[in-house]
């Protein structure tokens, strides 16, 4: 054990902080804290860009969280472990979890969730353990985000908001599994367990519809339709198992009437990865009676709530929401890695662009302005 982990010390790195909602990241000094008990600190390594990020940076609902350091798609690597950690020592790799797993609450030992009711969704900006911030700059907290905050050179997370992963992994890659493409796989899998021959449809086509797609293709679908205002995304969508690709802009009916048309009367399962309650009716519409299920994995800008004619329930669908795919993160990813290093899953395809840290605000304009799918940012070498 080095002397870092005995005692680890204030460490003083970069990290790309949020002055105010929708303001450019300013890359600052900051102070972060040692890993209290049961916690880690990581050395980030990659972080990759995910909607959500963009989402809450946006948003003015949480004003109050503000000055923050966003972030929750990372690869690292431990620089120090607090006391009672068991499962990581310094210099094991790691994803972080930006929904975690305690291993013994009733969500986590039911078998059937992985909404840990301990590690799970943290959304007031803060550690899940003391409701305090790690990083502070010249005494004044900088708050967290999902309790990962990986825009920064090194980064505290709890020991169950981390998972080892294997050594030989590249890290600027699978980086990505860490939300989007596990979040997608997931969906397609443990949430909607697509069967053979199925069709599909897929509303939004970034990294989240297209792992979607990924995941429908491998389980031999017969008919992935991707649906985006995006022209661009049907070529990119072709690669991960898009059969059909439609545009609602070039409809002359709305498009869960083109679906109705031809799949004779609905899909068999439908998704709604744009992050737009509106999508989530039209999805359900797009499904057939019976068995039709729509998925729903985005998160929305505005407007929570659902609405939806009772009939199209009353007829047989089922509305279901999926957090991180439904996977037990520290459980389920590291076989989700052995799965990319024998080619069974794809991700490099996903990365559109590589960018050094302090080009951290091109990625939030690339996927504003949707030139992008995933934009790996490499924090530290
Ligand atoms: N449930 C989860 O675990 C989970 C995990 C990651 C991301 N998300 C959420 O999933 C959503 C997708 O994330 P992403 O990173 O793939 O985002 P993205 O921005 O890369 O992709 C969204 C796609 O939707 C398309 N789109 C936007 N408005 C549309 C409309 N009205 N009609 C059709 N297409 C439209 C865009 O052109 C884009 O291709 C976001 O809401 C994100 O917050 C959820
Ligand atoms: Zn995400
Ligand atoms: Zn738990």
């Not at 999508?279 to 998160?299: K, N, Y």
């Amino acid at each position: 054990m080095s002397a870092s982990t005995r005692d680890p010390q204030v460490i003083t790195c970069k990290a790309a902080v949020a002055w105010g909602p929708g303001e450019a990241l300013v890359l600052e000094e900051v102070e972060v804290d040692p890993p209290k008990p049961m916690e880690i600190r990581i050395k980030v390594v990659c972080t990759s860009l995910c909607r959500s990020d963009i989402t809450q940076w946006e948003s003015k609902a949480h004003t109050l969280l503000f000055p923050r350091i966003f972030g929750h798609e990372a690869s690292g690597i431990v620089e120090s472990i607090g006391e009672g950690v068991t499962d990581f020592k310094e210099g094991d790799h790691v994803l972080t979890l930006f929904t975690g797993e305690c291993m013994t609450c009733k969500h986590c030992t039911s078998g059937k969730s992985n909404m840990c009711q301990v590690l799970g969704l943290e959304r007031r900006g803060v550690m899940h353990s003391d409701q305090k911030t790690r990083f502070s700059i010249k005494g004044k907290p900088i708050y967290h985000y999902c309790a990962v905050s990986s825009f920064s050179e090194y980064t505290v997370v709890h020991s169950g908001c981390a998972v080892k992963i294997c050594p030989s992994a590249p890290l600027e890659k699978i980086c990505l599994l860490s939300c989007g493409v596990a979040a997608g796989l997931g969906a397609a899998w443990n949430v909607a367990n697509i069967s053979e021959g199925s069709n599909v449809v897929i509303f939004g086509l970034g990294t989240v519809g297209l792992s979607v797609a990924q995941g429908a293709k491998l389980r031999g679908a017969s008919r992935i339709i991707g649906v985006d205002t995006n022209p661009e995304k049907y070529k990119k969508g072709k690669a991960f198992g898009i059969t059909e690709f439609i545009n609602p802009a070039d409809c002359n009916e709305p498009v869960q009437e083109v679906i109705k048309r031809i799949t004779d009367g609905g899909a068999d399962y439908s998704f709604e990865c744009i992050g737009d309650t509106g999508m989530i009716t039209t999805a359900l519409q797009s499904c057939c009676d019976g068995w039709g299920m729509t998925v729903t994995l985005g998160v929305p800008k505005v407007k929570p709530e659902i609405t939806a004619h009772y009939a199209l329930l009353l007829s047989g669908r089922t509305l279901r929401g999926s957090l991180f795919g439904g996977w037990k993160p520290k459980s389920d990813l590291p076989s989700l890695v052995d799965m990319y290093l024998k080619n069974e899953i794809q991700i490099d395809e996903f990365i559109t662009h590589n960018l050094q840290f302090e080009e951290i605000n091109e990625a939030f304009n690339l996927m504003r302005e949707g030139k992008c799918l995933r934009c790996v940012i490499h924090v530290t070498k």
